[in-house]
C-alpha cells in the first residue's frame, strides 16, 4: 500500500489544472470550471484547451506542457482515446496526480478494458497517483477544491463538517450528498474513486483515517479489491476512534460458484464481508437512510457508556414503540433512581407519573421554558441512564421551536448522548431546523433511532474490547498442531477419504469419534466388537465425498451379521453409484448419542480468504440457514461471539430443562480449525465438518463427519 501522504496533492491541492475545460456549462471541464470559481477556491486554476485563450476571465493554456507550474493535480475531461497521452505529458510536467473523470474504459469492456491496463501500465511508470477513469471526482469542503461534476454543488453552499465520505457509484454518492446536505449535515471530502486503474476505497479510506478533520468515515461500497489492505485500515480506525460505516451493495449469492461443502455453499459474499465488518469494527448499514441516521449520530453524539436507555415522551403509544424497538436490539429501559424521583417529585403535580419511559402528556410545564428545561435536566442527569430519548408527536408551529430549543439546552449540558424522535410532519419544521442544527440528533423513524443507537453502542463496546485486548497482548488466540505432519498425510494425495481427514484433525488434536478403516467383512466385524456396539458404517472413497446421496452410510447397527451384510453391501452400492471410483474399505464408527449437532467448516472467499463457519444442525442450516462467521484468522473473543450469534444459541445453553452443552469445547475446535486452516490454506480449498456432536458442559465434543477439500481437487471447483 503507498503512503497515504502520496494522495495529498490530489486531496488537498494548492494549485489545479483542468484538461477539457469549456465554456459550456452543462460539460465536465465547464462544470468543474464553474464550481471552482463559484465556491471560492483559493489555489491556482489552470484551464487547458487549445480552442480558447481564456475562461471565465482566466487564462487558458493550449496545453499542460505550457502552464507556469506542476500543478498539483489535474483533472481530465477529454475522449478516452487522448488521456493517455494527457497523462505522459501531466508527468513530464511533473504532475504527480491526476483524476480522469472520462469514461469509455473498463466499464466497457473489450476495448475498453484493454485501454484501462494500458493507463495502468502507464500510471506505474511515471509514479502517478490517478483516482479514475469514469469517475465524477473529489471535492475537499474545507478547501473549496470541488474538483467533481456531481450536481450536489447546483446549490448556493456546500456544508463543512466532520463526515468524509467515499462511494463507489457516483450518481449515488451525489444523491447521498444532497440529502445530507438538506439535513445540514456538512462533510470533510466527498471522493468517488471510479473505475480504480490505482486510487481505490480502501486508499481514500486511509487518507481519511489519518485526516485530522475527519471523525467519522462513511462509503458506499460495491467491491473491496484488496482484503488485506481494508482490514488494516479498518484495525487503524479503531484505535483512532474513527468509526468507519459502510453501505454494501449487492447482497445477493447470484453468480456465486456452487461449493463441495455445507460451508461453501452457506458462507456467501455478502455474509463474509458482514463478518469482516462485524469481526474488526465497521459498522454496516442497510441503505441511505440508514447510512445518513448512523452517520449524523456519530458525527455528533459521544460515546456511550452503557445500553440503559431513558425516554422523555409526548405520547404514551410512542413510548412503547420505542419499548418494544429497545428490547428488539438489546436496549434497557431501567428504573429512574430514587433520587430523580424525589428532585422530579418537587416540581411536578401530584398526578403526574415519575417513570421511564416519562409521559409529558400530562401538561406539566406551566412554569415555563426554565422550568421544562430543569426538568428534563434532573431526568437525563440520572445515574441509571446513558442515553436520553425525546420523543416527540404532534407538537408543531412556535410550541415545536420551543420544545426544540428545551431539548437542545439538555444535550448540551448532559455529558451521554441525547437524540430525537420526533413523529410529527413538516408542521413541526421549526423544531426540526433547531436539532438539525445542534448535538441533539433529530430523527423521523423509530427504528432508525434505535438501530443507530445499537450500531454506536456496538462499536463503543467493540473497540473498549479492542484497545483492553492491545494492552494485554491477546488479539489472537494461538492453538498450535503438528504441521508437518499434516501436510505428510496431504502429499500425494489428489482427493481424502473421511478417515485421512480425520486423521489430520488429529494432528490439530481436534476431537473426534472412535474408528477404523475396515477392508473385510471380517474385520469389519471385529473392528465393531472392539468399538462396542451399535455402530455406524460408511462407504470409504476419496471419489465419493457425499455418502448420503450414494446411499452409503448405515446406522445403529448392533450385530456382527449385521455388520458383515452391511459391508457387502455398502461396497456395491459404491460401485453401483460410482463405478470409476476408487473404494478403500468401509469405515466403522463409534456411535454418540446424547448431544447436540453442530456444523464447522472453513471455506475460501474470493475477496477475504479463508472464513469459518458455525451452525447448528438440522434445520438450522438446512432450511434456516442459521450460521455465523468469521475471516481468519480467529481469536477467542471471535470464536464466542459466534456461538452466541446463532439462533441455536438458546438450545446450546439447555432451553425448556435440557442440560447446557460444553461452549468451551465448540470454542476450542473453532480455534484449533482455524489453526489448522492458516497452516494448511495453501493446500485447501474446504474443510467440513458435520455433524459435530457437542455433548453436555465438561463432556466435551466429538467430530462424527469430516470432509477435507484438496486445492486440486476437482470438487473443489464444482
Given at each position: 500500500m503507498m503512503m497515504d501522504s502520496d494522495l495529498t496533492p490530489m486531496l488537498s491541492p494548492k494549485s489545479v489544472a483542468v484538461i477539457g475545460a469549456s465554456p459550456e456549462a452543462g460539460s465536465v471541464g465547464g462544470l468543474v470550471l464553474n464550481y471552482l470559481i463559484k465556491f471560492g477556491y483559493q489555489g491556482k486554476i489552470y484551464p487547458v484547451n487549445p480552442k480558447y485563450g481564456d475562461l471565465q476571465g482566466i487564462r487558458c493554456y493550449p496545453s499542460i506542457k505550457e502552464i507556469p507550474e506542476a500543478a498539483d493535480t489535474v483533472l481530465v475531461s477529454i475522449a478516452a482515446k487522448y488521456v493517455i497521452p494527457a497523462i505522459q505529458d501531466c508527468a513530464a510536467r511533473g504532475i504527480k496526480t491526476a483524476i480522469i473523470a472520462t469514461a469509455g474504459f473498463a466499464e466497457l469492456g473489450g476495448e475498453g478494458k484493454k485501454l484501462q491496463e494500458e493507463l495502468h501500465q502507464v500510471i506505474r511508470q511515471q509514479g502517478m497517483r490517478v483516482c479514475g477513469p469514469n469517475c465524477n471526482g473529489i471535492v475537499n469542503f474545507y478547501e473549496n477544491a470541488t474538483l467533481c461534476f456531481s450536481r450536489f454543488m447546483e446549490g448556493d453552499k456546500i456544508h463543512q463538517g466532520n463526515i468524509g465520505f467515499i462511494t463507489q457509484s457516483g450518481a449515488m454518492g451525489g444523491s447521498f450528498i444532497d440529502r445530507c446536505q438538506d439535513r445540514n449535515m456538512g462533510f470533510t471530502y466527498y471522493l468517488a474513486p471510479g473505475n480504480e486503474v490505482d486510487v481505490d476505497v480502501v486508499d481514500f479510506m486511509s487518507f481519511l483515517v489519518e485526516d485530522e478533520n475527519t471523525k467519522v468515515i462513511t462509503a458506499y461500497v460495491?467491491?473491496?479489491?484488496?482484503?488485506?489492505?481494508?482490514?488494516?485500515?479498518?484495525?487503524?480506525?479503531?484505535?483512532?476512534?474513527?468509526?468507519?460505516?459502510?453501505?454494501?451493495?449487492?447482497?445477493?449469492?447470484?453468480?456465486?460458484?456452487?461449493?463441495?461443502?455445507?460451508?461453501?455453499?452457506?458462507?456467501?459474499?455478502?455474509?463474509?464481508?458482514?463478518?469482516?465488518?462485524?469481526?474488526?469494527?465497521?459498522?454496516?448499514?442497510?441503505?441511505?437512510?440508514?447510512?445518513?441516521?448512523?452517520?449524523?449520530?456519530?458525527?455528533?453524539?459521544?460515546?456511550?457508556?452503557?445500553?440503559?436507555?431513558?425516554?422523555?415522551?409526548?405520547?404514551?403509544?410512542?413510548?412503547?414503540?420505542?419499548?418494544?424497538?429497545?428490547?428488539?436490539?438489546?436496549?434497557?429501559?431501567p428504573s429512574l433512581s430514587d433520587k430523580t424521583k424525589e428532585e422530579l417529585g418537587k416540581l411536578l403535580p401530584s398526578f403526574a407519573t415519575i417513570e421511564n419511559p416519562m409521559d409529558l402528556t400530562w401538561g406539566a410545564f406551566r412554569g415555563g421554558p426554565e422550568a421544562e428545561q430543569k426538568m428534563f435536566k434532573i431526568f437525563a442527569d440520572d445515574e441509571n441512564l446513558d442515553i436520553i430519548v425525546f420523543m416527540m408527536t404532534m407538537v408543531a408551529g412556535e410550541r415545536a421551536r420551543g420544545r426544540a430549543i428545551s431539548m437542545v439546552a439538555t444535550a448540551a449540558h448532559v455529558d451521554k448522548p441525547c437524540v430525537t424522535w420526533w413523529a410529527a410532519g413538516n408542521l413541526a419544521g421549526p423544531g426540526f431546523r433547531i436539532l438539525d442544527e445542534s448535538s441533539n440528533i433529530l430523527f423521523k423513524s423509530p427504528d432508525r433511532c434505535v438501530k443507530a443507537l445499537k450500531a454506536m453502542l456496538d462499536y463503543a463496546r467493540f473497540r473498549n474490547q479492542h484497545i483492553g485486548l492491545q494492552n494485554v497482548d491477546q488479539k489472537i488466540t494461538v492453538r498450535t498442531g503438528d504441521r508437518s505432519r499434516a501436510q505428510e498425510l496431504l502429499r500425494g494425495k489428489a482427493g481424502l477419504t473421511e478417515h485421512q481427514a480425520k486423521l489430520i484433525l488429529d494432528c490439530y488434536e481436534i476431537p473426534r469419534v472412535r474408528e477404523a478403516v475396515a477392508q473385510s467383512a471380517r474385520q469389519a466385524a471385529q473392528i465393531a466388537e472392539d468399538l462396542g456396539y451399535p455402530v455406524a458404517m460408511k462407504i470409504s472413497s476419496p471419489q465419493i465425498i457425499h455418502k448420503t446421496e450414494a446411499g452409503g452410510v448405515r446406522l445403529n447397527l448392533t450385530k456382527k451379521t449385521e455388520v458383515k451384510d452391511t459391508y457387502r453391501e455398502l461396497l456395491r452400492r459404491g460401485e453401483s453409484y460410482n463405478p470409476d471410483a476408487l473404494i478403500e474399505g468401509v469405515l466403522i464408527q463409534e456411535m454418540v448419542n446424547g448431544g447436540v449437532e453442530i456444523i464447522i467448516g472453513m471455506s475460501k472467499d474470493p475477496t477475504f480468504g479463508p472464513t469459518i463457519m458455525l451452525g447448528l444442525g438440522g434445520i438450522f442450516v438446512e432450511i434456516l440457514k442459521d450460521v455465523s462467521l468469521r475471516v481468519l484468522p480467529v481469536t477467542q473473543k471471535d470464536a464466542e461471539e459466534m456461538i452466541r450469534e446463532i439462533k441455536g444459541y438458546e438450545v446450546l445453553k439447555g432451553a425448556r430443562g435440557k442440560p447446557k452443552m460444553d461452549l468451551k469445547a465448540i470454542t476450542d475446535i473453532l480455534l484449533k480449525v482455524s489453526a489448522l486452516s492458516m497452516d494448511l490454506g495453501d493446500s485447501i480449498s474446504e474443510i467440513d465438518l458435520n455433524p459435530v456432536i457437542i455433548l453436555p458442559e465438561g463432556r466435551g465434543a466429538k467430530v462424527v463427519d469430516a470432509m477435507i477439500v484438496r486445492r486440486t481437487d476437482p470438487t473443489s471447483e464444482s
Open positions: 460495491e467491491q473491496i479489491r484488496d482484503a488485506q489492505k481494508f482490514l488494516q485500515v479498518a484495525r487503524r480506525a479503531v484505535e483512532k476512534e474513527k468509526p468507519i460505516i459502510i453501505l454494501k451493495v449487492g447482497v445477493t449469492q447470484a453468480g456465486a460458484k456452487a461449493a463441495a461443502s455445507h460451508t461453501g455453499a452457506l458462507a456467501g459474499s455478502h455474509r463474509v464481508y458482514e463478518a469482516a465488518f462485524r469481526q474488526n469494527g465497521v459498522i454496516s448499514v442497510e441503505d441511505f437512510d440508514h447510512l445518513l441516521a448512523t452517520a449524523k449520530l456519530f458525527s455528533k453524539s459521544k460515546l456511550p457508556r452503557g445500553n440503559r436507555v431513558g425516554v422523555l415522551s409526548s405520547s404514551g403509544g410512542g413510548s412503547i414503540m420505542l419499548a418494544d424497538r429497545c428490547e428488539k436490539y438489546g436496549l434497557e429501559m
